[in-house]
């Protein structure tokens, strides 16, 4: 599976943007995804995960309610809807695939596959 993100760009606090994460190979719906930040001077965090069928999901507290992970199978992708962004979510995202076959990992060291990240700059 090779990934790649996208979508990341300069922002105001409380804007919105929208990150995707698309493979080039591999099929994503035979994985459980995630999406990690890492913060500049910061180890790299979990921000979301979601099923292979897309049912369930899971969020760090940081994000919880701002913050929307999704599948588009079309597109054989996933997304990140941001919204209400704030200058602590700067850093660079990445997303990747679960290594152990279930959504609630959010260790990075159980993922695989990361792309090469998109940076997101929140000003104040």
């Known amino acids: 599976v090779q990934l790649e993100e996208s979508g990341g760009r300069w922002v105001q606090t409380g804007e919105s943007l929208r990150l995707s994460c698309v493979a080039s190979?591999?099929?994503?719906?035979?994985?459980?995804m995630a999406w990690f930040r890492r913060a500049p001077g910061k180890e790299r965090e979990f921000v979301a995960s979601v099923s292979r069928n897309a049912l369930y999901t899971y969020y760090a507290d940081s994000v919880k309610r701002r913050f929307t992970i999704s599948r588009d199978s079309i597109r054989n992708a996933i997304d990140l809807f941001m919204n209400n962004l704030k200058p602590e979510d700067t850093a660079v995202y990445y997303c990747?695939?679960?290594?152990?076959?279930?959504?609630?990992?959010?260790?990075?060291?159980?993922?695989?596959?990361w792309g090469q990240g998109t940076q997101v700059t929140v000003s104040s």
């Open positions: 990747a695939t679960s290594m152990t076959g279930s959504y609630y990992t959010f260790n990075e060291d159980q993922y695989a596959n």
């Open positions: 190979e591999g099929t994503l719906s035979n994985y459980p």
